[in-house]
Nanobody, 123 residues
Framework: QVQLVESGGGLVQAGGSLRLSCAAS????????MGWFRQAPGKEREFVAA????????YYAGSVKGRFTISRDNAKNTVYLQMNSLKPEDTAVYYC????????????????WGKGTLVNVSS
């Protein structure tokens, strides 16, 4: 059982930056592909970014590509989401997810999920 805890959310003005972190309890963190998802009020959860266990491959939603960067530190059991040039439409609860398969994470079917952290971008 992998427990995921997100942090780093908050209120930021449009054009600003935030870095989200997701700490995993599992000692074999490096075995898991990781991803970030978000859910805005009244909308369905959507994919944001994913990264393979090694960090060698990343994948982004078109809406964030070029602005967001996903990375991981396997020594710290942590995955990050650096968010730059934030827009009001980025406002959402951001969730971290983990699964042994990269494709499963990409398609939102990950086995493990965190409880989320709120990002609020003001205009």
């Amino acid at each position: 059982q992998v427990q995921l805890v997100e942090s780093g959310g908050g209120l930021v003005q449009a054009g600003g930056s935030l870095r989200l972190s997701c700490a995993a309890s599992e000692g074999t963190f490096s075995n898991y592909a990781m991803g970030w998802f978000r859910q805005a009020p009244g909308k369905e959860r959507e994919f944001v970014a994913a990264i393979t266990w090694s960090g060698g491959l990343t994948y982004y939603a078109g809406s964030v590509k070029g602005r967001f960067t996903i990375s991981r530190d396997n020594a710290k059991n942590t995955v990050y989401l650096q968010m730059n040039s934030l827009k009001p439409e980025d406002t959402a609860v951001y969730y971290c997810a983990a699964d042994s398969l990269f494709a499963t994470v990409k398609f939102g079917q990950a086995a493990y999920w965190g409880k989320g952290t709120l990002v609020n971008v003001s205009s």
